[in-house]
Structures are given as structure tokens and as C-alpha cells.
């Protein structure tokens, strides 16, 4: 047995904050409530949501860890910690999304399979860590390779966790071999997060970092790179991850008909008020939440709406705690750069006439939209919904007149 043990059992499982909402106990599955979600640009490493497939694993004696470089490389390459600690440090600022963020929800219009997420399956990091283009140049791939000379195309990341998917073998993802040499991509074999080593959930001690592309692509406690001619075959990349239309189902499934899905949509969600919430007539409520859009396209606009999508007001950004003025929407090429790979956490203050319905929608930077219903993405893996996000909030005078009618009738 190696170093980097994948446990069958859940015995060994890591300490977990208590308020994470638990959405499948083995594996572990949690997120954050939404409010506790936009409490700050960075999501706290106890705080961000946990996507796993198996039990945690376990690194015995991180003095022998090794990270192997195989296949298609003119160069096999064998890397202790130290050795990837010792290459230049790159700190990114990524939102990483699981592809089932706000899953619940197109399930509810009609079935899906799949662990069930509300609208908190994301957050948003520091990761610190060696670039894998950097990597794969120990390897003699130099940057920006389409192609090696042996055939290589794609870069395969295998970890050691025992996924029943994969039957009882590990969790397994590749990414081509272009993106991964592509210093501007910013994909990263990360072993801090929030400036803190990487703790056991989050990958320890070495993960992938994929920017603007689907969670799944980012594995956790790598053992090996493959460089292969072909995408990986593995379950995780050919057998679930991706989008097939609303018409097709369980029984008329092809699989090797889409390709796996890897930059996410625009996407945005109200975190405050929560749904069902109860507001003064007249009142003015501040409604906050976040935005995203894949691939490294900035966010360029949030819309949000109180009277369920008839008139719409532009949100202003939050940044370091305080809501930007109008003006100031637009971020310079310098910030964009920097913070590409990350959400913006938005608010709007609103003056609500319960019961009313809130909605946002975002438009990212390539003039992407959120599309209206979730019926327009409805697929059987229940992945990728980023329809227009929906709160409705009730009335104070409903309640306390229900509450009435109920006293008087006790
Ligand atoms: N080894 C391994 N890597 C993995 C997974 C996994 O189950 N095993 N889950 C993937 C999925 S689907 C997502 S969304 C992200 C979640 O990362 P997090 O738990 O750090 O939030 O990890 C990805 N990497
Ligand atoms: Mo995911």
C-alpha cells in the first residue's frame, strides 16, 4: 500500500463544521447556508462545500509522497512535496462550482438523478500551489503543447479514493493537454488553500485547481498524471458530467454522444432574504448574492427584479465588504486579470410589497445570459441549472392575520 491511502470504510472521516447543511452523510456532501455563503468574498475553508465520492483519504508519511508523471511525456518524472513546493508559488483566486449546484431545484420541476444541492455548492478560494504548466515542463512538455511527440493530448489526474462508481477504484478526470500547459489557464496542483496547508477534505496534500471549469475536473489527493493520447475513460468523465438535452432520458441515453462538460455557464443566486421570508409592507430589504460565469469571463452585470421579472434594477458589486457605487462597475483590466477565475458577490436595496417574487439574472462578459426557466436545462443529471433565480417573500399582515385566525379558533 502507498502512502496516500484511499480508507474503504468511513471510520476515519475528518472533523466538519456543525452548521454545514449535510446533503449525503457517506460520502460526505454539505454546503453552507446561502446567507453564511455571501458573508465574505472568500469562502472560509470550514465554511466551503464538500463534495466527495468515497471516504476521505489518508496521507500515512508525507516524507515519501510522491507525485508520478507517466505515459505520454518524453519524460516520466517521480516528485516529492518539497520538489513541488520548490517551484515558483502562484496564489489564485478561483470559485470553484460542482456541476450539481442548485440540483434541487430542477429536480423539483421534474426528477433528477443525483445528490441533491440547494444553491451553495461553490465557493470561493485563495489556492496556493505550484502551475501545472510548470509541472509538466520537469517532464520536458514545454508550454502552450497541442501535442507531445509520442501522441499525448490529454492530462489525466488520478487520485487514490475508492469510488463505487468506479468500482471500488479511484476518482479519476482529465483536462486536454493544451489548457494544461497553458500558463494563462492557471490550472494548479494546489497545496494551500486560504493560506492554510489544504486540509484531508479539500485534497490533502496535493489537489488540481481547474479555473472556470466544472469541480469535477479538479481531483483531490493526486497520486499520479497520465499523459494520454485520449480523454480519460473513467466513469467521472464518460459516464455522468454531462449535458444531454430535456428529451432525452434513462432509457434513450447514449453517453459517448456528448462531451464531457467542462467551463461552467453564467450563473448568479439571491442568498438573502431566504426563500419564504417575511417582510414589512413597504420595507426596504437588502437582497445580496453572488455571480460567476466560466472560462474566465468576468461578470459585466447582475439584474435583479422585485416584481418577478417585469422591471429590472442593476445590482452593485461588493467588494471588500462595502457595495461599489454605480460608476465604478466596470473593473480594470488589472483586476480582471486577477480575479477572473472568482464570483462577485452582489446587493441591491429594495423597497419589497410583499408578497412578492425576487429575481436575478446575470450577464457575463461575453454577453452570456441566464436562460428564464429551468425547464429551457432540464437534464437527467440534473447539472448545470442556471436558470433565473426565484425568492419569494410573504407578507407580515398574511402571517399575523393566519395567526389570528388560528388563536380565534382555539
Ligand atoms: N479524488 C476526488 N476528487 C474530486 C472529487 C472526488 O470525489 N474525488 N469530487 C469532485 C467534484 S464533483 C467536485 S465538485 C470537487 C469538490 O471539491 P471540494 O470538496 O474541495 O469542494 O472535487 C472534485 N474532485
Ligand atoms: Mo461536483
Known sequence: MGVLIGPKGYENEPPRHPELKINAKEPFNAEPSPPALVESYITPVEMFYKRNHGPIPILTDPDSYRLEITGLAPMTQSLSLDE???????????????????????????????????????????????????????????????????????????????????????????????????PQADVLLAYEMNGQELNRDHGYPLRVIVPGVIGARSVKWISSIDISAIECQGFFQQRDYKMFPPWVDWDNIVWPSRRPLMDFPVQSAICTPSEGSVVKDGSMVKISGYALSGGGRGIERVDVSVDGGQSWTEATRVQNGVSTSSNSLYISDIDENREKWAWVLWELNAKLTPPATIVAKAVDSSANVQPRTVEEVWNLRGVLNNSWHEVHVRSESLVDAFATTLRSNI
Open 84 to 182: 513541488i513546493r520548490s517551484l515558483t508559488k502562484h496564489n489564485i483566486v478561483a470559485t470553484l462550482q460542482c456541476a450539481g449546484n442548485r440540483r434541487t431545484a430542477m429536480s423539483e420541476k421534474r426528477k433528477v438523478k443525483g445528490v441533491g444541492w440547494g444553491m451553495a455548492a461553490l465557493g470561493n478560494a485563495v489556492w496556493g500551489g505550484a502551475r501545472l504548466s510548470d509541472v509538466l515542463a520537469l517532464a520536458g512538455i514545454p508550454s502552450c503543447t497541442i501535442s507531445t511527440a509520442s501522441g499525448g493530448k490529454h492530462v489525466e489526474f488520478i487520485s487514490v479514493d475508492q469510488c463505487p462508481e468506479e468500482k471500488g477504484g479511484p476518482y479519476r478526470a482529465s483536462i486536454p493537454l493544451v489548457q494544461a500547459t497553458n
